[in-house]
């Protein structure tokens, strides 16, 4: 059975969906009725969060996921294949590296590893899940990306949103350019490839200190994840609207 039968479920994955937005992301899908995949790189960590979804009553099922790690992205792509293909891919997982991040203190290693996660990490996802998503009926494209790695609004704004960054920031700007390049490459083929941002929201990547709850991050994500065919493609956005790059 294939995800272009009208009496089978959409399948969705979502990366690093253990925890923080991630978790709410996955949740909101299979709340909107997907069959969600819950990629996580920690075998505890997947099946503690996997039992608290199908818990509060949600179809998912836990797919063994390290961005970094090509064998791993292969094993769930297999796994994919096998649970009857994919419809929407969340790339959520992502790092900040560590602060401080001053440019004149980062080391080379430590930009090299946030650049594998939040980049590299997505590539490696993508295009071992495209044969997939190719196949569906109205595959979309999500990635987690944040304002922080908007150019325009980190020089237009005195106050700009988040720390001085050369690892993290800087990986959600290359994100945002490759989630155009995508979209570019994509056009016509019915997959929507489109970036947004969560807002500043209470995770374990900022010690809790975001303003909102994951849930309201995951809010727009949920959207992207559910445009219409004929929807936008490469546009990066967050709850008030379409965002600058
Ligand atoms: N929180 C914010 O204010 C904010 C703002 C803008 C954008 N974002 C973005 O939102 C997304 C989710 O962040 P969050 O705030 O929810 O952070 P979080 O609670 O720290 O969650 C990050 C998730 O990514 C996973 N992950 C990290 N490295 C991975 C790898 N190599 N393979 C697979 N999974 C991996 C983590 O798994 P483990 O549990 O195994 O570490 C965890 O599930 C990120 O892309 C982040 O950049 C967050």
Redesign the pocket.
């Given at each position: 059975m294939t995800e272009n039968t009208t009496d089978h479920k959409q399948t969705a994955l979502v990366?690093?969906?253990?925890?923080?937005?991630?978790?709410e992301i996955a949740a909101g899908l299979a709340r909107r009725g997907f069959r969600v995949g819950v990629?996580?790189?920690?075998a505890g960590?997947r099946e503690d969060a996997v039992a608290k979804l199908r818990a509060d009553g949600h179809d998912v099922f836990g797919v063994p996921?390290?961005?970094?790690?090509d064998a791993?992205v292969a094993a769930a792509a297999a796994q994919l294949e096998a649970e009857g293909g994919l419809a929407v891919l969340v790339?959520?997982?992502?790092?900040?590296g560590g602060m401080p991040q001053e440019p004149s203190q980062v080391s080379a290693d430590q930009v090299l590893r946030v650049v594998?996660?939040?980049v590299i990490?997505v590539l490696r996802v993508t295009n071992a899940l495209l044969p997939l998503l190719r196949r569906a009926a109205s595959p979309r494209i999500v990635n987690?990306?944040?304002?922080?790695g908007s150019l325009t609004l980190q020089t237009a704004q005195a106050d700009a949103v988040g720390p001085i960054s050369a690892a993290?920031s800087p990986t959600?700007s290359y994100l945002n350019a490759i989630t155009i390049q995508y979209a570019k490459e994509l056009a016509g083929t019915g997959i929507l490839v489109n970036a947004g941002?969560?807002?500043?929201?209470?995770?374990?990547?900022?010690g809790h200190r975001?303003t909102?709850t994951?849930e309201q991050?995951a809010a727009v994500f949920l959207e992207l994840a559910t445009l219409p065919d004929g929807g936008p493609s490469g546009t990066f956005r967050d709850d008030a609207g379409i965002q600058p790059w």
């Open positions: 990366t690093g969906a253990n925890k923080g937005i991630g978790y990629g996580a790189r920690d960590r996921l390290d961005v970094t790690d791993s790339n959520n997982a992502a790092i900040t594998d996660t939040n990490g987690v990306s944040s304002t922080v993290y959600k941002c969560p807002g500043f929201v209470a995770t374990d990547l900022n975001g909102r994951p991050g």
